[in-house]
């Protein structure tokens, strides 16, 4: 596996009031906060930014890192001596599915942060965690 710079990129803000601030001024609202209340209350909406959340802070720990996508995607791999040491997807929803393992399960387990869920997968080496423990760490 290697890093291919010709990929597609995503782009996380560091900042959620940055993010917030550009996306009401994108949409033309003379009310931000209201916008960015109303903006929140789709899960997606909310999902995105909480990977953002967590991708800005897992590269200050990882500063080598990048995402895989080949039929499924992994949101995460933080490289420590150029070898993975962390796979992480983040799937902020209350049920955790096979289906939302599935990328994971190709390199052998990671981590899966999920809304409110705490189990560890024996069989497929994945331990899933609740988003707010994670960022507690």
């Known amino acids: 596996m290697t890093i291919s710079f010709r990929k597609r ?3 996380y803000f560091i900042d959620p009031f940055i993010f917030h601030t550009l996306n009401s001024w994108c949409a033309g609202s003379f009310r ?5 209340s109303r903006w929140l209350e789709n899960p997606d909406n909310k999902a995105k930014l909480v990977e953002s959340i967590v991708i800005s802070c897992l590269k200050r720990k ?5 995402f895989w996508r080949n039929g499924g ?9 150029k070898k993975p040491e962390l796979h992480l997807e983040i799937k902020y929803q209350g049920k955790i ?3 939302n393992k599935k990328s994971l399960k190709k390199v052998k387990g990671g981590v899966l942060l999920s809304r409110d869920i705490l189990y560890f997968d024996k069989e497929n080496n994945i331990l899933i965690i609740p988003l707010a423990y994670f960022l507690a760490l």
């Open 97 to 99: 599915v096979s289906k």
């Open 62 to 66: 990882f500063p080598l890192n990048a």
């Open 9 to 11: 990129r995503k782009v």
């Open 32 to 36: 931000p906060f209201d916008y960015a």
């Open 73 to 81: 995607e992994i949101d995460f791999i933080g490289f420590g001596d």
